[in-house]
């Protein structure tokens, strides 16, 4: 007398209880949604290399912020594209700067709305490193200055909290930012304000897309000396370690795709809330390929969210959040 083996019993299994016994379970509230704004009037200007992502002018704003809200994403995060950039990023912490204007807005429009500000100055600087850079004459060298960039950061993170941003998100890999910032956040009455620190950025190639919807490229060298290896795993342990000493809230893996490793060991490690950042890199990838028929892009992009999510991902950034929240209905 023959059995059915348990494989065969799995393959006969109805979908209503492959649904029951799922053990990652991907939702709306999973999804903190980039949001990108600009200077200027009436425009709306799809990125070539991100389709279905756009740079909006605040007059334009309002119309994507309720689109969001519809579609129950809870939060966003703001990225901002400055009218003019000079050598120390000034117009990052400007009061009137385009990410202050824009979260003012916002908070207006949907209050509800979490807003997270990434805290870097790359975006706003003229040579498009994350702080101040000091160019040596002699040798011809550049040289971030960690601590003169940590003033600056603080003083962006500051302004975005005052013009109302629910979490400040500090991306520029400086020695001591997420210590700097919740200090400086501290002294300016914002103790509640928590810091989503970008704990564990490498130097990416996934990176490109967005540094073409930033205007973030670097006009020299790169950012190796203060963005992480690819090919290290527990230097990820000791900067994650050490923004949990300082006072983070949350903690960060970016990019996602190519980490779910470190997104995995950094779960088990620590208590904190884990962010996985599925880049512009990524984004772009599934569409071009499912713009080209090669790919079921809805298939591929709730798979890819639920291996972040099942790695140890509490919240996901992603550019997917829109799609998704409109296939998670159906």
């Not at 949604?33 to 756009?54: A, D, L, W």
């Not at 060991?265 to 990838?285: H, I, R």
Request: hydrophobic fraction near 40%.
């Amino acid at each position: 007398m023959s059995f059915p083996t348990v494989r065969h019993r799995r393959l006969r299994a109805s979908a209503a209880l492959r649904s029951m016994v799922r053990e990652t379970v991907l939702t709306v509230n999973d999804f903190i949604y980039p949001v990108y704004v600009v200077h200027g009037t009436n425009i709306k200007h799809e990125i070539r290399s991100m389709p279905g992502v756009y740079h909006f002018s605040l007059d334009l704003l309002e119309q994507e912020i309720r689109e969001i809200v519809s579609l129950g994403i809870k939060s966003i995060i703001l990225f901002g594209i400055p009218s003019s950039k000079d050598a120390v990023g000034s117009s990052a912490y400007d009061a009137e700067g385009i990410v202050q204007q824009a979260t003012r807005l916002i908070k207006q429009w949907a209050p509800e709305l979490v807003v997270v500000a990434d805290t870097c100055l790359c975006q706003f600087t003229d040579h498009g490193h994350c702080g101040i850079v000091h160019q040596h004459e002699l040798t011809g060298t550049a040289e971030v200055d960690n601590d003169e960039s940590l003033k600056l950061l603080v003083k962006t993170a500051v302004s975005q909290a005052e013009a109302g941003a629910d979490i400040i998100a500090p991306s520029n890999m400086m020695d001591g930012f997420v210590s700097a910032i919740r200090e400086g956040l501290d002294e300016a009455g914002y103790t509640n304000v928590p810091i989503m620190s970008y704990s564990v950025k490498y130097a990416s190639a996934y990176y490109g897309p967005f540094r073409e919807a930033a205007h973030s490229a670097p006009q020299f060298g790169d950012r190796k000396t203060y963005q992480m290896d690819p090919a290290n795993a527990r230097e990820a342990l000791r900067e994650a370690e050490s923004d949990v000493l300082e006072g983070a809230d949350f903690l960060m893996v970016k990019p996602a795709l190519s980490y779910l490793d470190i997104i995995r060991t950094l779960k088990d490690q620590f208590d904190l809330p884990l962010v996985a950042y599925n880049v512009s890199g990524e984004y772009a990838m599934v569409k071009a390929a499912a713009a080209n028929g090669w790919i079921d892009e809805r298939l591929i992009t709730l798979e890819t969210l639920t291996g972040m999510k099942r790695a140890g991902a509490d919240l996901i950034i992603t550019y997917h959040a829109k799609d998704v929240a409109r296939w998670l209905q159906d």
